[in-house]
């Protein structure tokens, strides 16, 4: 759909490990871009909701400040979730599915950190 | 293809995507607008029910208006203006797509929520577009989504959007994140959510689904409307900033009189 996002997009899959990622309105739901495997970046509508919920009970439990990454391991993979903030307009979400068999997971978090800066360029 | 002949918009706009449409849907009803097709692509649609990629752009001040009219003069042809605003490097190129897309199916969104009406086909109009454009099929499918997921987390989104929230009593469950307190400071009784996405750039969808959630943790409560199904909304739309802090709309005296202007004649031409 999104040619410049798909292409901002296509940089993570430099990472190693990194199998598929997308970009996603993180009130919304509502998915801009993906490059790699589509089902590995995960459900936009589902992500958004699951990173909604897990803000919502960190405020609850007294946490400040906005949420800026969820990492949910299983056996095989990491699926990780970055708020991408935005000089105006409602936050965004990176979602990348990891290969836990190939990833650093410390260094491919720190690396979707710092390229989530620059993601709407 | 016939307009007459597609038995509803999503219909049409499947058939005019196979034949490669460029041109313009006006959808009449409430609050109806225009479609905006490329190569059967929808590029825009301008409804008054939602703001356009353009207002969104605008209001949150993502582009100053000096700018904005700098790059309009500049550029002729709307549909090409997406292309100037990135080459004067006022918005990236993804955040571009990024905010006209969201346009796109807000709106489509908003168009849902009234009652189908005719629709007839027109040449293209200039407008900023999204690239390449969203698929007929896909915008269906979203729209669809979020009226279920509306209807699961409240009611019927077609009274969702006409109810006029008001700033909540009771206790107050977590923090308050930016975006809800700039909604909490539109909040006042007699904006619904559509006046709220005006007044703030944001998406109608984006607005509901944030008051619902707002109003679970006690922000805000709903105000039911007197007149099932009454005019639409006509307040004010305020920029962000200048509102005052959110509390119940005042209640006017019967026995105060009415202001009265005073004449300033003196003081004509200002300072």
Redesign the interface.
């Known amino acids: 759909?999104?040619?410049?996002?798909e292409?901002?997009l296509a940089r993570f899959l430099d990472s190693p490990g990194v199998t598929g990622v997308a970009?996603v309105?993180a009130?919304?739901g509502?998915t801009?871009?993906v490059a790699g495997d589509t089902a590995e970046a995960g459900d936009g509508?589902e992500s958004s909701e699951f990173a909604?919920l897990v803000?919502?009970r960190l405020?609850?439990a007294g946490a400040?400040g906005?949420l800026e990454s969820v990492v949910t391991t299983s056996l095989r993979r990491h699926q990780v979730l970055v708020t991408v903030g935005?000089?105006?307009?409602?936050?965004?979400l990176l979602t990348a599915g990891l290969d836990r068999a190939r990833v650093n997971l410390a260094l491919a978090a720190r690396s979707m950190g710092d390229l989530a800066g620059e993601?709407?360029? | 293809m016939r307009a007459s002949a597609a038995r509803n918009l999503p219909a049409l706009l499947l058939g005019l995507r196979e034949e490669g449409f460029s041109g313009t849907v006006r959808v009449a009803g409430t609050p109806g607008g225009t479609i905006h097709l490329r190569d059967g692509l929808v590029g825009a649609i301008e409804t008054p029910g939602a703001p356009t990629a353009t207002s969104t752009l605008l209001t949150s001040g993502r582009i100053g208006d000096e700018d904005w009219l700098a790059a309009c003069a500049a550029q002729r042809g709307a549909d090409l203006l997406g292309e100037r605003l990135v080459a004067d490097g006022l918005v990236g190129a993804a955040e571009l797509e990024v905010v006209c897309a969201a346009a796109v199916f807000d709106a489509a969104f908003a168009l849902s929520l009234g009652a189908p009406g005719s629709w007839e086909l027109g040449d293209p109009e200039p407008a900023l577009l999204a690239r390449p454009g969203v698929e007929p099929r896909q915008l269906t499918a979203e729209t669809t989504r979020r009226i279920s997921l509306l209807s699961r987390l409240w009611g019927p989104p077609g009274e969702l959007v006409r109810v006029r929230p008001v700033p909540g009593m009771g206790v107050v469950e977590g923090p308050l994140s930016g975006r809800h307190e700039d909604i909490l400071n539109q909040v006042n009784g007699r904006r619904t959510a559509r006046d709220i996405a005006f007044a703030l750039g944001r998406g109608l969808y984006a607005v509901t689904l944030d008051l619902i959630r707002m109003q679970t943790l006690g922000f805000l409560r709903w105000e039911t409307p007197t007149v099932p199904g009454g005019r639409p909304s006509t307040a004010p739309r305020v920029t962000p900033g200048r509102t005052p802090a959110a509390g119940p709309p005042p209640v006017p005296s019967r026995t105060e009189p009415l202001p009265r202007r005073t004449p300033r004649g003196g003081e004509k031409g200002g300072k």
């Not at chain 1, 759909?1 to 996002?5: E, F, H, L, Q």
């Not at chain 1, 935005?86 to 965004?92: E, K, Q, S």
């Open positions: 759909m999104s040619t410049a996002v292409a901002s970009l309105d009130v919304t509502l801009y871009g509508s909604a803000a919502e405020g609850r400040e906005e935005r000089p105006a307009g409602d936050p965004l993601v709407l360029a």
